[in-house]
T-cell receptor
Framework: AQSVTQLDSHVSVSEGTPVLLRCNYSSSYSPSLFWYVQHPNKGLQLLLKYTSAATLVKGINGFEAEFKKSETSFHLTKPSAHMSDAAEYFCVVNTNTGRRALTFGSGTRLQVQP | SQTIHQWPATLVQPVGSPLSLECTVEGTSNPNLYWYRQAAGRGLQLLFYSVGIGQISSEVPQNLSASRPQDRQFILSSKKLLLSDSGFYLC??????????FGDGTRLSIL
């Protein structure tokens, strides 16, 4: 079985300050992990993915995430928040290449204050 | 490059009316296709997935059905909509060893 826990439903930061969105997973096998972003009334856009290569993964728009197996975590970070980063972020786990094996976290809404 | 299209973007329907949402993918062949629903303030729920023409798997029992009449076409339907069918519906596709890619979604409101 697999599961994903996004530890914060809402995160608020000031523009120009760092962003940290937390994600913990559980999986019986070596997982693939993803972060998606969703802007209001839009579909989900892939930010980055981890598929057992480098543990530090760089994505689009300055985001990156580090896979820590010992902590079963895959936290998303960005050094400096921009107003356009305000959106909902989903952590997703896939423990095999099966066609329906994706499990989504419940999402974290990121608010960026001017 | 691959693209995915969903339409309509928004839809307002009365209770008891039928539904047809369409999703098409371009630039790839034999993709896996998915329908998700996202209720207000909640995460994504997988409704259906398809690994090929005419092959549909349902994840949850409900008032909806899906069909895949062509390789890159995925349709979500209902004969009679319920109030609880309101939500944001997302189509996604996946190729081998790739993450899922999502369409822009359809906002469905039932009156």
């Amino acid at each position: 079985a697999q599961s994903v826990t996004q530890l914060d439903s809402h995160v608020s930061v000031s523009e120009g300050t760092p962003v940290l969105l937390r994600c913990n997973y559980s999986s019986s096998y070596s997982p693939s992990l993803f972060w998606y972003v969703q802007h209001p009334n839009k579909g989900l856009q892939l930010l980055l993915k981890y598929t057992s290569a480098a543990t530090l993964v760089k994505g689009i728009n300055g985001f990156e995430a580090e896979f820590k197996k010992s902590e079963t975590s895959f936290h998303l970070t960005k050094p400096s928040a921009h107003m356009s980063d305000a959106a909902e972020y989903f952590c997703v786990v896939n423990t095999n290449t099966g066609r329906r094996a994706l499990t989504f976290g419940s999402g974290t809404r990121l608010q960026v204050q001017p | 490059s691959q693209t995915i299209h969903q339409w309509p973007a928004t839809l307002v329907q009365p209770v008891g009316s039928p539904l047809s949402l369409e999703c098409t993918v371009e630039g790839t062949s034999n993709p896996n296709l998915y329908w998700y629903r996202q209720a207000a303030g909640r995460g994504l729920q997988l409704l259906f997935y398809s690994v090929g023409i005419g092959q549909i798997s349902s994840e949850v029992p409900q008032n909806l059905s899906a069909s895949r009449p062509q390789d890159r076409q995925f349709i979500l339907s209902s004969k009679k909509l319920l109030l609880s069918d309101s939500g944001f519906y997302l189509c996604a596709w996946k190729g081998d060893d790739q993450p899922q890619h999502f369409g822009d979604g359809t906002r469905l409101s039932i009156l």
